[in-house]
C-alpha cells in the first residue's frame, strides 16, 4: 500500500506542493469513482480549511481518513 504523501504527490501533478481544483477532479474520479466538478467542487468547499482553492497536504489527510478510510 503506498503512503499518504506517495498518494498526494501521485495527485500533485506539477509537483507544487498542493492539490489544484484540476489535479482534485482528477484524483476524485480515479479514488471515489465520481465523474465532473459537483463532487470535486463539494470536497474542495469540505475540505480546503484556508480557503485558498488548493488542498494541502494536512487537508489531504483529513480527506484521506473520512473519504478512503486511511489512518496514518
Known amino acids: 500500500m503506498q503512503t ?3 498518494l498526494f504527490t501521485f495527485f500533485d501533478e506539477n509537483q507544487d506542493g498542493v492539490i489544484s481544483k484540476s489535479e482534485l477532479i ?10 465532473g466538478l459537483g463532487a470535486s467542487t ?8 484556508d480557503q485558498n482553492g488548493l488542498i494541502d497536504f ?3 489527510k483529513n480527506f484521506a481518513h473520512i ?3 486511511i489512518k496514518e
Open 26 to 35: 482528477n484524483l476524485v474520479e480515479v479514488l471515489l469513482d465520481e465523474r
Open 58 to 60: 494536512i487537508e489531504f
Open 4 to 6: 499518504l504523501e506517495e
Open 67 to 69: 473519504h478512503l478510510g
Open 42 to 49: 463539494k470536497i474542495l468547499k469540505e475540505y480546503d480549511l
